[in-house]
């Protein structure tokens, strides 16, 4: 059954690598059915692996110095709730993307790299050993790599790419680091066996705190967690339905998963706990921010995917395990959605820039209303999916007044950020040409099924908490003290949002001079919210911004410059011949022996 | 058998040393086919016939007339060690000789077996069943290399823009 | 009698030979040769080990590098030829184009 759900991926990935240009629009067709066929595979996998239970499957293939690394697969219902919606959105993608895509010269190899990306993702989802985790880990950054910069003719896409890979890569050579630190002082890389370690404290100290955040630093560049976050907003240079599937819903939801993977571990040291709740509230605090100063539809949803994926990190963080997974869980359907609705917006209005839409819930009668449920979902108003999942983390972090007051404060902006691109986008007039309309039926099904979804995917807290938490048997906090806080604060960003954005006037040159001064008037009301409320959560969010751009960008680029100039002092040594270096290593390799004969 | 090593001995680092002092590359390939020679003897001498033979068979016959050939195909020119920058002799020759000195005083702090145990009575099968028993993997990756080596050659030996 | 030292101290002469060869010679072909005669130091010491410990690996290893030394001589003529026809030189002053 796991073969199934594993395998279907990669032989459509094979299919379409051998035969995907005589195929043609039919790849895409392929691909999703083989696709689609991985779902009633992971429903049997449901049935199969029951609350409490792991399954093991694992062949070694590698033995050093007597430890085997193995391959296959650890079926429990983490992996099982994961793998779910990773062949979920990915069918539904594939579906949407039949249409989106159409026409697109390399159809059959966009189709060829969602199928190898599932195909990875799925390993990952069941490796029951660090290494197949990290193997697939990397393979999945391929594929991310390889769709965003799908446009590679675009040089904004090739730079995106390049830079999500890169600074990617700076956390997983952290993860590398924790997995080579945990192989030293346990000798297993076999997950379960690393974890009862964990767990009877048989590991501690140092290692444990130390190992712990060295694979969350793999967590953070995955997830786009501060300070490794700078990709994710660039990456939606790659097409629609990539970020829906990729940076919306599964890859970037990696690092969660790898962090709920190896909880244990974390649970066993309060130091990294607090290290991953602090950086999630920060995330998801910062984010919310710089999402509100955003012009560009896509990157604003891409914001509050860094904002929500700060919130599970935080959920697991204060050990609020269940509502950070089932954050997971409802996010992947209702920010694929939102994704999928900014696609058929962006199709039907031809630009990306929030300030040139306007008006456009005529147009599209049925993106309007999904998008509409997402951002509700989002926002946290029950009974839409985010409000199950969202309140038990901030209410989790009420013992924590810092924590707590990031969280609620997130929350606001959540709302205000993502009703305010609703606002711009759909309400109003029209600010610009606006040539399209809905899409064919194929986008349609999709933004069908994913609004239902996230409307009732949040009810099923109960048995997905009686699945899948560590203390099932405890009532899952659905409604707390603070519930009725949350919501009020949720409730205030919208109406901020619509009092500021919903009747903003049509910026045309000249205006007839009665109107002109009534639209004027309007704007002095704009202002006043501006000068008491907005101003204040706009300077914030520049700061944020800022800090964003200065400090850390900065940091960054220094570095950069550093090693470009001790690269510029290396290139006089680089004459060029072979024979010269080959030189300069033999005398390396003798001063080495020499040494090694002083020491001993 | 001592006697033999000896003679094995003289001709493998005779033909190493013709290799580099030769001036002209045609004798280097000479004195190459020498020193590979010699050290087939030495895997027979070890009781390894089948290495051996593979040595004559791919390095004395193929690897050598590969040389020679590469020699004829490009230009031939005198190419002495002698007239190489000071700097030069001393960086590489510092390098050898301080390699050499190292790892010269290393084999003589040690005590090495003298015994030699007796040859298996079928080495090539036993060098057969290994092959294809536990180094099977590794075997056929290898063949996969040399098919990726010979196209590679051609793609790289074909003129540049020439017919196919 | 040699001892299996004696099979390693040729095996390091030929290998500091070939370091030396491939170092200093001016032309390709011959830089090549010393690489070849530094696989085949490597190689006299694989199947002394084998020999002296009366285990078989040690041979096959050494088969695997001949081989391999197989692939890499026709590779590394190949190279050469197309190079010296884009180019009209093997020695490897004039090839630098690994400069910085």
Redesign the interface.
Known sequence: MVLAVWLLPLASFLILLAAGRRLGHRSGVVSSVLTGLTLPGVVALLAAAPAGTTRLAAWPWLGILGHGLSLGWLVDPLSVMMAGVVALVSTLVQVYSLAYMKGDRDFPVFFAEISLFTFAMQGLVFAPDLLQLFIFWELVGLCSYLLIGFWHTRPAAARAATKAFVVTRTGDLGLLAGILLLWSATGTLNIPRLLALAGSGALGGWVLTGSALLVFAGAVGKSAQFPLHTWLPDAMEGPTPISALIHAATMVAAGVYLVARMYPLFAASPTALEVVASIGALTALLAAGMGLVENELKRVVAYSTMSQLGYMMLGLGTGAYTAGLFQLFNHAFFKSLLFLAAGSVIHAADTHDLRRMGGLARRLPLSAPAFLAGALALGGIPPFSGFFSKDPIIAATAHQPALYAAALAGALLTSLYIFRAYFLVFAGTPRGEHPGGEGSSAMRGPLWILTVLSLGSGLAYHFFHRYLGRHPAAPYPVWSGSTWITLAVSGTGILLAWLLFANRPVERPRLAAPAHRLLAERFYLDQLYAGTIVRPILALSRAASWLDRRAVDGLVNGLARMVMSF?RG??RV??????S???AA??G??LF??LL?GVR | MPEAFGILTLATLGGALGVVLATDVVHSAYFLVLAFLGVAGYYFLLGGEFVGAVQILIYAGAVAVLFLFAVMLTRRRADPVWGRSPARWLGVGGAAALLAWLLLTHLERHPWPTKLPPPAPHNTALIGKALFRPFVVPFEVVSVLLLAALVGALLLARKEGGAS | MPSLGDFLAVGAGLFVLGLFGALMKRTAVAVLMGIELMLNAANLNLVAFAAFSGRISGQIFALFVIALAAAEVAVGLAILLSLFRSRATVRMDDIDLLKG
């Open positions: 690269g290396l290139r680089e004459v060029g011949r072979a024979q270096y080959a030189l033999f005398w390799l003798a022996i020499l004969e």
